[in-house]
Structure formats: C-alpha cells, structure tokens
C-alpha cells in the first residue's frame, strides 16, 4: 500500500463550480498535512496547511483533515480558470533536524471559462 | 524575502559533461532539500541538509554529489548522468524545530535534459 493516495484525475469543472480534491494515507505518525499547487512547469507553492483534524478556511480553499480516517481534502469554491493546475498533498513529520516530506501523486484540474 | 532561487532555468548536457545546479535562499531556514520531479509524477526527495550536514540521501546514484557551502546555499554537482535523469530538479528550505513554521518554499526548478 502506498503511503498516500490521490485521484490523478485528470478533473474538469466549469467556472464558479465547487471543487473536491482528496487524500488518503496509511501512516499515522505523519503530524502536518499540506495542500501545493503547481503550474506546468514551475515548483510547487503551499497553499495551506494544517496539524490537527478539522477545517481550515483561507479565502476560497478550506482543508479538512480527518485523522481518525486518515483521510484529507481540499475545497475550492466559485473556481477560477487560474486554478487550473496539479494539486498535491502533503504529509509531513517533523523530525529533530529535518522534514520528511511524502507527496501524493497529485491531481490535475481544469477549470473551463 | 521568501524565495529560493535556483539556477540555472533550463540545462542540457551531454552524458560525459559535469555541471552544477545552484539554490539559494536568504530566509534564514537551515534545512534545504533536493527533489527531483519527473513529468506527471510529484517531486522525489533526494538529499535532505540540516544546519548545513547531509541528513539524509534516498539512495541517490553517486553521480549526484550534493554540497552545502553554507547555510544559504546548496548545489548538486552532476556526472556522467543518463537520458533517464532528464527531469525538473527542485530546491526547498524550511526553518526545522519546534515551534517553528511549517512552511517549505520550494524554487522554480532546474528542468535537466540529458543527451
């Protein structure tokens, strides 16, 4: 079983539709869970993150993570053609030095105008 | 200043050439990470530095030598690559410790094309 899953998609919504993106992952000792957005062709950007189970709201994305589940998503509303673009999550411990840091596959998403 | 700088954009170099990739930041952090990215794929970690000592190597061919000059620096020296190393090259740092943010900024890549 792979550390963390995702739907590759690819997913394509029309403008102004609510989107899901989700994760789930096998190892509980992961304590940080990120949402990164990339452009083709350029380097990952955090978009949120979270260390707890609950929602997270920041303008039009909210992160829930569900720990018991073991479960993670991400939530666009009213999106944007400027979404468009590979969403990966994150799972990060923190160790005493450094972060080790597991992506998931990551999805791909269309927004169409 | 919240960014990592890598250099250069784009390389394309032969299977016996030797070349560097260079990152910089000036955020202070003293973790940084070398990943690599290959087309459809999320970034692989390579070498994890930590206050400017290899942490961590996942068993990355020899022909990757990563350095640490010092904190705000890092580069991978490159030799005697194959074709199957093309890929976009990412740096990271981040501020390791508790009660520190969790943050990685990622740079914009180095996209590698091995002939």
């Known amino acids: 079983q792979k550390e963390v899953e995702q739907d590759p998609g690819p997913l394509s919504v029309p403008e102004g539709a609510i989107v899901s993106l989700n994760c789930t992952y096998s190892?509980?000792?992961?304590?940080?869970f990120m949402w990164y957005r990339q452009y083709s062709r350029k380097g990952p950007e955090l978009l949120m993150y979270?260390?707890?189970?609950g929602n997270k709201e920041d303008g039009r994305f909210t992160a829930q993570v569900d720990k018991s589940s073991k479960y993670i998503s991400l939530f666009i509303r009213d999106s944007q053609p400027s979404d468009s673009a590979t969403y990966l999550c994150?799972?990060?411990?923190?160790?005493?030095?450094?972060?080790?840091?597991?992506f998931g596959p990551g999805t791909s998403l269309s927004v169409i105008p | 200043d919240t960014e990592v700088t890598q250099t250069p954009k784009h390389l394309v170099m032969g299977m016996t050439n030797k070349k560097s990739l260079k990152c910089e930041q000036h955020m202070g952090h003293r973790a940084m990470y070398w990943y690599k990215q290959k087309a459809k794929k999320p970034p692989e970690l390579m070498f994890v530095y930590s206050y400017e000592k290899l942490s961590i190597n996942e068993s990355v061919p020899s022909r990757f030598s990563p350095e640490c000059p010092n904190s705000s620096l890092l580069n991978l020296h490159l030799h005697a690559l194959q074709p199957e190393d093309s890929a976009l090259y990412l740096c990271?740092?981040?501020?390791?410790?508790?009660?520190?943010?969790?943050?990685?900024?990622f740079g914009q890549g180095t996209r590698l094309t091995v002939v």
């Open positions: 979270t260390y707890s189970s």
């Open positions: 990271a740092s981040s501020q390791p410790g508790a009660g520190h943010s969790v943050e990685a900024f």
């Open positions: 994150a799972l990060r411990r923190r160790e005493t030095s450094y972060d080790k840091v597991i």
């Open positions: 190892n509980s000792a992961f304590q940080y």
